[in-house]
């Protein structure tokens, strides 16, 4: 399969290093560690999720880690990602201290969080984590376009993800179709808007149409655009109600109707706003 498609069961796509991702991912952002965090881990692997989003800003790696223990599934059936932190230096000591919390050999994944401090000083300690086979794949987090160029020229394996704020209210078609034109996948965060989209009048329309809720429509846009998508919940009910998402189909005018809704002009831009 050429990389960057979709694999037979639409549910995971080919990252341009061969490797597979599950297109349905949990976010763990804002989960406190600990019971809160095993128990939401959990309820998504019980619920099929197959594919866990942390990071070394979160906190929370050693509760992932548990929950993962805990469910019995092989190591290898589940795919988890962690972040380097761009406050510390030097990414392969961060990642070698991710699977001790993690209590893994590897993670499926390691990215860059945020290009504090310039888009390319990372990269190399980012590779020498993925040469060691601390991660099976690299990538980077709310990176605009220039700032993947810049990495990609400096780069000896370039980077097969990007993990940027992605949903109807942020189709950032520019930075997509960039991503697209250079084999990088586009993973969609806070693909709810953190629970702000919602309560949008124009996605419950739509949701109401098709006989499903306004989290499932957010998401399965996300999907049918063949986007890895990351929502969070510590709710068991919506963990499961997120993960319906694979047995509907929005109609070419709903999915236009979404696009719509788009508040960044259709930027090339990670983000309106750093944080760093
Ligand atoms: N790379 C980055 O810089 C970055 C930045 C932000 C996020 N992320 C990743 O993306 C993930 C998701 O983004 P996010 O955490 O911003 O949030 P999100 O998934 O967009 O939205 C989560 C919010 O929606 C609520 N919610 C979820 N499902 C619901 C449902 N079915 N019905 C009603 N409410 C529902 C949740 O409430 P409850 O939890 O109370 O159910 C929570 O308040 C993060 O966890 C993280 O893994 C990455």
Redesign the pocket.
């Known amino acids: 399969m050429a990389a960057g498609g979709v694999t037979a069961d639409g549910r995971a796509r080919v990252l341009a290093d061969g490797n597979e991702i599950p297109l349905l ?7 406190p560690d600990g019971r809160e965090c095993t128990d ?1 881990v959990r309820s998504a692997l019980a619920a099929g999720y197959r594919h866990i ?3 070394q800003a ?1 906190g929370n790696e050693e509760s992932v880690g548990r929950a993962l223990r805990d469910s019995g599934l092989p190591r290898e059936d589940v795919f988890i990602t962690t ?1 380097f932190h761009p406050g510390r230096k030097d990414p392969e000591a961060e990642a070698q201290r991710s699977l001790e919390r993690l209590g893994v050999e590897y993670v499926d994944l390691y ?1 860059v ?2 290009p504090q401090g310039g888009a390319t000083w990372a990269w190399d300690g980012m590779q020498r984590a993925h040469e060691r086979r601390y991660a099976r794949s690299i990538g980077v ?2 990176f605009s376009v220039s700032e993947l160029d810049e990495v990609r020229a400096a780069a000896d394996t370039a980077p097969a993800v990007n ?3 992605f ?1 109807p209210f942020a189709y950032r078609r520019g930075l997509l179709d960039a991503c697209e034109e250079r084999g990088v996948v586009i ?12 309560g949008d009048r124009a996605v419950g329309a739509i949701a109401a149409r098709v006989g499903r ?4 429509v ?1 998401i399965r846009w996300c999907v049918q655009r063949d986007l890895v998508v ?6 068991r ?3 499961e ?2 993960a319906q998402v694979f047995d509907f189909t929005l109609a070419e005018d709903d999915v236009a109707a979404l696009d719509a809704l788009d508040r960044t002009g259709g930027a090339d831009r990670a983000l309106e706003r750093t944080w760093w």
């Open positions: 991912g949990f976010g763990v952002w804002q989960v939401a989003d942390t990071a979160y972040k990215i969080h945020w987090s709310n993990q940027v704020q949903s993973e969609a965060y806070s693909p709810l808007g953190t629970g702000r989209h919602l809720t306004p989290a499932q957010l990351l929502p969070k919940s510590t709710h009910e919506r963990i109600e997120n």
